[in-house]
Every structure is written in structure tokens, then in C-alpha cells.
């Protein structure tokens, strides 16, 4: 009894009360792939953000219940509809001893637009960020933005003094395989300190003494151990080697439950699994049709939809552990409805006509990019859509690549891709991240993940009016219209929202939350 009701609290995003051990703890944990840079700023990613997090802190951060807290900002007031105002926390230090100040504040602003940065949506709304006093500053927003405070959530400070010290005043940019002194080294106000860095293998954290707030975790020491191998991963932690795996693959959840001494964690997630296309370039890149793009043609695209059997991927590839979903924001995140969330039927026959109609009678080739060690079964995914897409006469050739050299090819600014397949997390909680990022036309700011250049003008005016309206009922009305224009356009192919599934120790505890940040604040290990 005891154990289920851990696993319910768990579950909730709660933790249950208990005494804390004598000693602080060693945590080992798994992952089959590496954050890719400890510089936050480089990649709008969720592992990198989450485990950058432990070092780097944002103004405002989520609680347990994913609501809107104080985090390096004690409080904010709106003095006027575009301006916050926010009055930072006194007393915080970095590692290396600095004060934290509102020059880091302006300085991290400036860091986060410049080139190189991933996260540079994070601050589209905000025209200006000044510095009132040491202790004070003020956000002036184009418009009126109601979520300012949701957006920022993830955008750690960094420390002016040491960026400028060590030559990292930019962020370096990941997709030329660009390093700086802020891509192997931190040094934040968070919780956590960085100790080692070996890249694809190993990376260590220690406790961070001087934390100003008051620590929920008893952890001394946490090592990322990258185990690429999903068999090799289990067994490391069925054997005790490590305590914690953030990856679990599906066909192990049973075998893990079943286990003696180890537990799976598990809930739903906000991310949303979709494949997408290149619907800018006038001739593919990837392809064997010469001369046009088959995609810019919603024939084309409604035939890819149409043929792939989200709910066959659901029983076989995921094992039950997805939400199959018409939309490109899932429940959870404020926007959703469950009217709106309709998908096109599966009509193999349907979409053969609809590519002859197109001028494509007996198909064409295209190649496929996708991860391999990003997603739950994300190239397992891929390889059911190259099968599904055989049977219309699609003849795919997949291309299934680690995170790194993935997302350097098909991300800003490159953007190498014909046909691919990605996930996103609206990190706001809200549709308007999803719908900023993946589907407004891409001008330098809006759209940066809007891999394929899906571009309406009808749709680039509801994400202008949902970003600014005030009143609830008003802007559900917006983003119901967008979800209208993303299944008639098809722009995207939405597959479906993953489970988080984790697996721990009996004696670790952790909450899980539905972005599936792993905050090791929120850990505590118990004394086998």
C-alpha cells in the first residue's frame, strides 16, 4: 500500500512527505542520448533545457503543478498593459561567488536574441529590457502580451561577468558544430554545480552549498551516464548499477514493473510527435521528382496524411503509451479542446486517387529524416510510416540519425530536410507556443521551428491575435479557427502525444510533471 500510494503521488506531480535521511545521496541515472551543449541557450530542446536548469535558473520557473512561480524574480506587477515590471531576488550569488544583478538580466536578454541562440521566441513579444535599479527591471512588450510571465519560464540567467570573461558573450552555434567556453562549462545560480563534462558519456553535478532557496533534494553528487543501448540501459538498471532512467523503452515497461526493487513512473506529456514537410523550395532536396515540390500541393500532403494509420502505431510501435491526435497541442495545454482535436480518416484508396489527381499517378521517392535516439521509438515510428506510405506508392528512403547530427541538418538555419518527423512541447503550456513556433511564416523570430516553410497568411493573423487578446473566450475562439487551418491544410501530420514513462529505485523518489523536465530539486533518495 505503501508503494502504490507513492506511485499515485508520483503520478499527481506530488510528493509525499518524509524525514530527512542523515546523509546526502549519490544519484546515477541513464539517458540514451547527451545533452548536447551546457550552454541553454543553444538548443530549444527539452533535455537540454531541463538539465541545464539545474545550473542555470529563469526569473519566474514551474511549480510541481506546472503553475507560474518565483524564482531569481521575488515578485512582478504590470504597471501598464506592455510593461513588467519584475523586482529580483536580493542576496543570490553565482557559483563563482558573483551577485546576481539586473545586468545579468539585460545581458542574458541580449545573449538570448543574438546569433547562434535557439530560444530567441522566448522574448519575440518583448521590444525592450531595461535595468530601473540593481534589483529592478522593467520588460517593455510590443503589445499587450497576457502569458509574458508562461514564456519565460525557461530561459535561464546567465552571469554577465563570467560570459564576458571566458569569451561566451554569444551563444555558439550548434548547427556548424561551433564551441565556446560556455558549451563544456557552467556556472549559474541554480542548485546544482557543474563537475565533469565528458561528452557522449558521462556528466556530473554536485550539490550547490550556497543555494539561495531552501533545498527539497538531498542529493550530493548526480551523474548522467548516456547508455545508448536500450537493452544495456534496463539491465544497468535492474542490476543496481544506476538508480534512475529517464528513456524507458515501451517493450520494457512491463518486464520493469514485474521487477523486484525498481518501479516505472509514468504520465502524460504535453509533446506532441507530428511529421512534417518542405512546403518552401520550389524543387525538394531530397527527392526524385525534378523541377516542382510534390508538397506544395495539399493533394500531396492530405495523401501522406491519409495513408498513415496513427492508431496501428499507437498499438504496435508504442505499445499503448501514446494519445493518437489531430493537433499539434494536446491536453494539458491551455488552448486544447476536445472538439477541435479531429483527425482525417485513414483512406489508403483515397490517397492514391488524391496523388494521381496531383500528377504523381505511381508515386515518387522522397528520403526521411528522423532521429534515432530523441523520441520514445522514434525511428521504430518512422520505419512504421515508411511501410504505411509503400502501400500509395511512396517509395521512402529513411535517414534515422543521432540528436546532434539530426538536428544540426534539419533545424534553423539550414533547414536540410524534404520530409521528416520531430516532436515539440509547448513550453509556455499554452497553443500559442505551438502555434508561434511550428506554423507562423518563419521571419527570423516567429516560426524558427517551422522546418518546412508552411506559410498562410490567414494563419500568421490568428497567431498575431491570439498572442495579444485578453479575454479567455475570445482567444479559444482564435486558436479553434487555427486548428481548423492546420487539419484543411494539412501542414503537418500530428501522430500523438507520448507517455512519460520513467523508471527508478524503490528508494528514489521523484515527481513527475508533464513538460518531463527532470528536476533533480525535486529528487530524494532514502537510504537502502
Not at 541554480?190 to 563534462?197: I, T, Y
Not at 554536485?206 to 533534494?217: F, G, K, Y
Not at 523570430?445 to 517551422?450: E, K, L, M
Not at 494563419?459 to 492546420?486: F, G, H, K
Request: one cysteine or more.
Amino acid at each position: 500500500m505503501r508503494r502504490l500510494a507513492l506511485a499515485a503521488a508520483l503520478l499527481a506531480g506530488t510528493t509525499l512527505t518524509v524525514q530527512a535521511p542523515a546523509k546526502a545521496q549519490v544519484l546515477r541515472w541513464a539517458n540514451d542520448g547527451d545533452v548536447n551543449s551546457m550552454d541553454p541557450y543553444t538548443r530549444q530542446e527539452t533535455l537540454l533545457l531541463a538539465f541545464n536548469s539545474h545550473m542555470y535558473e529563469p526569473l519566474v520557473r514551474r511549480n510541481d503543478r506546472m503553475e507560474v512561480e518565483p524564482s531569481l524574480a521575488e515578485r512582478w506587477e504590470q504597471p501598464s498593459p506592455t510593461v513588467w515590471r519584475f523586482h529580483l531576488r536580493r542576496g543570490v550569488k553565482f557559483t563563482d561567488g558573483t551577485p546576481f544583478t539586473a545586468d545579468d538580466v539585460v545581458f542574458s536578454a541580449q545573449r538570448v536574441r543574438a546569433p547562434g541562440s535557439n530560444l530567441q521566441s522566448v522574448l519575440a513579444s518583448v521590444k525592450e529590457v531595461r535595468k530601473i535599479d540593481d534589483h529592478t527591471v522593467e520588460f517593455e512588450t510590443h503589445q499587450p502580451n497576457p502569458i509574458l510571465a508562461q514564456e519565460i519560464t525557461n530561459w535561464g540567467i546567465m552571469s554577465k561577468a563570467w560570459s564576458e570573461q571566458n569569451n561566451a558573450t554569444r551563444p555558439a552555434d550548434l548547427t556548424t558544430r561551433e564551441e565556446n567556453f560556455a558549451t563544456r562549462n557552467a556556472m549559474g545560480t541554480g542548485p546544482f554545480r557543474l563537475v565533469l563534462r565528458e561528452p557522449d558519456r558521462r556528466t556530473v553535478l554536485e550539490r550547490n552549498p550556497d543555494w539561495w532557496d531552501t533545498p527539497r533534494h538531498n542529493i550530493q553528487r548526480a551523474e548522467l551516464n548516456i547508455i545508448a543501448n536500450d537493452a544495456t540501459r534496463v539491465a544497468a538498471l535492474l542490476s543496481g548499477e544506476v538508480d534512475f532512467v529517464y528513456t524507458v523503452p515501451p517493450q520494457d515497461v512491463d518486464r520493469i514493473s514485474r521487477s523486484a526493487g525498481v518501479r516505472i513512473i509514468q504520465g502524460p506529456e504535453l509533446r506532441t510527435i507530428y511529421l512534417g514537410f518542405d512546403q518552401m523550395r520550389p524543387e525538394l532536396l531530397k527527392s526524385d521528382v525534378k523541377g516542382r515540390n510534390p508538397f506544395q500541393d495539399v493533394r500531396v500532403r492530405r495523401a501522406f496524411y491519409q495513408a498513415i494509420d496513427v492508431n496501428a502505431i499507437h498499438r504496435t510501435v508504442m505499445r499503448g503509451q501514446s494519445r493518437p491526435t489531430g493537433l499539434l497541442w494536446g491536453p494539458g495545454v491551455n488552448g486544447f479542446r476536445e472538439e477541435d482535436d479531429r483527425r482525417l480518416p485513414v483512406d489508403v484508396a483515397g490517397a492514391k486517387r488524391l496523388l494521381a489527381e496531383a500528377g504523381y499517378p505511381n508515386g515518387f521517392g522522397v528520403t526521411m529524416d528522423c532521429p534515432n535516439d530523441r523520441y520514445v521509438n522514434d525511428e521504430a515510428i518512422c520505419t512504421a510510416a515508411v511501410a504505411m506510405l509503400a502501400r500509395i506508392g511512396i517509395r521512402v528512403t529513411l535517414a534515422a540519425q543521432t540528436r546532434a547530427r539530426y538536428f544540426a541538418e534539419i533545424n534553423a538555419p539550414r533547414y536540410n530536410t524534404s520530409f521528416y518527423l520531430l516532436g515539440w512541447t509547448p513550453a509556455t503550456s499554452d497553443a500559442h507556443n505551438a502555434l508561434f513556433n511550428l506554423l507562423g511564416t518563419r521571419d527570423g523570430t516567429r516560426g524558427v521551428f517551422n522546418n518546412g516553410g508552411y506559410s498562410n497568411p490567414r494563419m500568421d493573423d490568428l497567431i498575431n491575435r491570439v498572442a495579444t487578446e485578453t479575454d479567455p473566450a475570445a482567444r479559444q475562439r482564435l486558436i479553434s479557427e487555427s486548428a481548423t487551418i492546420l487539419r484543411d491544410d494539412v501542414a503537418y501530420i500530428p501522430l500523438h502525444q507520448q507517455q512519460i514513462v520513467w523508471a527508478a529505485r524503490q528508494n528514489v523518489e521523484a515527481v513527475q510533471t508533464a513538460d518531463n523536465y527532470i528536476q533533480l530539486r525535486r529528487f530524494r533518495i532514502q537510504p537502502r
